[in-house]
């Protein structure tokens, strides 16, 4: 790994934006770099999605020398610095005390460059680079102090000294070692992994939301099934989802596109898994991912709909009529569940898709607006109530199979539902 710096990220404004802070800190008289993941990044040759710079200049001369700062972390020596429009992370160099609640240190001392490297969590999140110092090449110089460029070059992510005190400050960072080896397409080198397993079962005492946002970031990327069998194969799949241990492959997750939504993942994790589509079973199993992975409403639902959708699309689309058809091709869980449908029966799902085709082309279209509104109904005279809903259903139903073909039909269709009581 040779520390260049690809030119192309030099005039990035998040780049630009860290080089001027760290400019504006050099001339104040202190030490600044690029710190963290954004230099791993662009050592590989990818773009970094934000900033990080690290210093020896402590918060309080961070908000004097900066106009627009704000202090989310000034306990921790994190300060975010808004510049040219871009905010960026500053934080002191610092040494770690105690993780008593496995998640942050008890207290922290700002230290030095060195302390700060050996705090972190991999070797490949523990480089610096010193923008300002071109000595080693035009884009600055990398600055090493546990051995991240070997592990680079290597292709393997390790744990930052003793891989068991690591997993013990944060046992989350388990799930992020799963992540980024499979984001970055590296190996997790041995006794990190030995570390992992053992530590595995102690996953369960981090906090659920914390566990369901590493697992939508997985979810988020196209590496997204080597890293659930790595999470597997490591035993991290128990604790992660409160659930038996299930050693088996995400074959129908492999088979997602890289935009696949995170409920469509989620249902294919659960097959994987072994869950029955149209079974009990998948409402409990909803409801437990729910508590474990602290899903949304949203996202509960989506993953609901997902499912019962797989289950109409396989065993009752065949008995369903033309406004039934639409009505479900029209829903939002229908895409991602006929995705899923595509990778377990490729022939049904393609039967499926020509019909909602041949549905699309028809006079009324796959999801017209609506001929006839509930101000309509008012109009001719009769109360909104509960048979209102249940009566502008029936004439969407016509719309859709084409019985009324304007809002003249719709008002002739309802007074003669309404008149002989057919509501």
């Not at 404004?13 to 030490?31: D, F, K, N, Q, S």
């Not at 993941?37 to 001369?61: H, I, M, S």
Request: glycine content about 10%.
């Amino acid at each position: 790994m040779s520390g260049t710096i690809p030119s192309q990220f030099a005039q990035t404004p998040g780049r630009l934006a860290a080089a001027e802070i760290i400019a504006t800190l050099r001339g104040a008289g202190h030490v600044a770099y690029l710190a963290g993941g954004c230099v791993r990044d662009e050592l590989l040759g990818r773009v970094p999605q934000d900033y990080d710079v690290a210093t020896d200049a402590t918060p309080p001369v961070l908000t004097k020398l900066f106009r627009k700062t704000s202090e989310v972390g000034a306990s921790f020596g994190v300060v975010l610095v808004k510049l040219h429009g871009v905010v960026t992370e500053v934080a002191t160099f610092r040494a770690d005390g105690v993780y008593s609640d496995k998640r942050r240190p008890d207290e922290v001392r700002f230290s030095t460059p060195q302390d700060d490297a050996a705090r972190r969590d991999f070797t490949v999140n523990a480089l610096f680079l010193d923008p300002a110092d071109t000595s080693a090449g035009p884009h600055g110089r990398v600055i090493d102090f546990v051995g991240g460029l070997d592990d680079l070059a290597k292709r393997v992510l390790r744990a930052v000294g003793d891989p068991d005190a690591r997993l013990a400050e944060d046992h989350l960072r388990a799930l992020r070692a799963v992540r980024l080896s499979a984001k970055l397409g590296f190996a997790i080198d041995a006794a990190t992994r030995a570390a992992i397993t053992r530590h595995a079962r102690e996953l369960a005492g981090v906090s659920r939301e914390r566990i369901g946002d590493e697992v939508r970031a997985m979810m988020a990327h196209g590496s997204r099934a080597g890293a659930i069998q790595e999470l597997t194969d490591l035993g991290l799949d128990a604790p992660a989802l409160n659930e038996p241990h299930a050693d088996v492959s995400p074959m129908l997750l492999s088979r997602l596109g890289p935009g696949a939504s995170f409920g469509a993942c989620l249902a294919a994790w659960a097959i994987d898994r072994g869950l029955e589509v149209g079974t009990t079973d998948a409402l409990l199993l909803i409801s437990r991912w729910r508590g474990a992975l602290c899903l949304s409403n949203d996202e509960k639902s989506t993953l609901s709909n997902i499912i019962q959708t797989i289950q109409v699309i396989e065993r009752r689309w065949g008995e369903l009529g033309v406004a039934a058809r639409k009505r479900l091709a029209s829903s939002g869980a229908f895409g991602d569940a006929l995705d899923l449908v595509s990778v377990r029966n490729s022939e049904l799902a393609g039967g499926v898709q020509e019909d909602v085709e041949a549905l699309r082309r028809t006079a009324s279209g796959l999801s017209p607006s609506p001929l006839v509104t509930g101000d309509d109904l008012i109009s001719l005279g009769l109360t909104p109530g509960p048979s209102f809903k249940v009566l502008l259903e029936r004439l969407y139903d016509a719309q859709l199979e084409d019985r009324i073909g304007s809002r003249e039909g719709g008002l002739e269709l309802a007074r003669e539902l309404a008149g002989f009581g057919g509501v």
